[in-house]
């Protein structure tokens, strides 16, 4: 079954750029989606199809995908932006998600 | 405004059924793809299972393959999720998710319901 590794954890100081990356075999040939989950709440799709963006979501997310590795980055990090971040590709009509990266804030 | 649901969680002796609800507002329920993921406590997301618009096709993830049946009303804008021979592996919270697919034909899960908690416990 196809798998996607995403580190633990990232830290990152505010005003600074955060980098969550997703790594997956050929993972450059799909289409990876991102979703950030803060404590006791529901995920929300931050970014699709590598690179957009859903309405509501700020610009300073954003998105890339090549190779075996996808990439989340935000500029300009914020403290509300400390969660859980999740990549997930599709493997035909199967769903499957990285184990979750926490960024923290400090 | 886009809303789902879930409900019918709780606390179900290993071995037990249990079935889940989502109830789904604000959309045209017939147009959407569906699918359940859940979420163990303190874990990451593990996707659960999917269901076509029509209801005719579904999939499931291995370690639900055979317990779980993934069902949809579109008459009711309802999705449900029959969990049966429960596991202790099985406690976690269930999401219901929508999937929303490009006419490129790429996917996203787009709106996700607030979650309900499965316990199972003796």
């Known amino acids: 079954s196809y798998e996607l590794t995403q580190p633990p954890s990232v830290s990152v100081s505010p005003g600074q750029t955060a980098s969550i990356t997703c790594s997956g075999d050929?993972?450059?040939?799909?289409?990876a989606c991102w979703y950030q989950q803060k404590p006791g709440q529901s995920p929300v799709l931050v970014i699709y199809q590598d690179t957009k963006r859903p309405s509501g979501i700020p610009e300073r997310f954003s998105g890339s995908n090549s190779g075996n590795t996808a990439t989340l980055t935000i500029n300009g990090t914020q403290a509300m932006d400390e969660a859980d971040y999740f990549c997930?590709?599709?493997?035909?009509?199967?769903?499957?998600f990285g184990g979750g990266t926490k960024l923290t804030v400090l | 405004e886009v809303q789902l649901v879930e409900s019918g969680g709780g606390l179900i002796q290993p071995g037990g059924s249990l079935r889940l609800s989502c109830a789904v507002s604000?959309?045209?329920?017939?147009?959407?793809?569906m699918s359940w993921v859940r979420q163990a406590p303190g874990k990451g997301l593990e996707w659960v299972s999917y269901?076509?618009?029509?209801?005719?096709?579904?999939y499931y993830a291995d370690s639900v393959k055979g317990r779980f049946t993934i069902s949809r009303d579109n008459s009711k804008n309802s999705l449900y999720l029959q969990m049966n021979s429960l596991r202790a592996e099985d406690t976690a919270v269930y999401y219901c998710?929508?999937?929303?697919?490009?006419?490129?034909?790429?996917?996203?899960?787009?709106?996700w319901g607030q979650g309900t908690l499965v316990t199972v416990s003796s």
């Open positions: 050929k993972l450059g040939d799909k289409y």
């Open positions: 269901i076509s618009s029509s209801g005719k096709t579904t």
């Open positions: 997930q590709a599709w493997d035909n009509r199967d769903v499957v």
């Open positions: 998710a929508r999937i929303r697919t490009d006419s490129s034909g790429y996917s996203r899960l787009d709106y």
């Open positions: 604000g959309f045209t329920f017939s147009s959407y793809e």
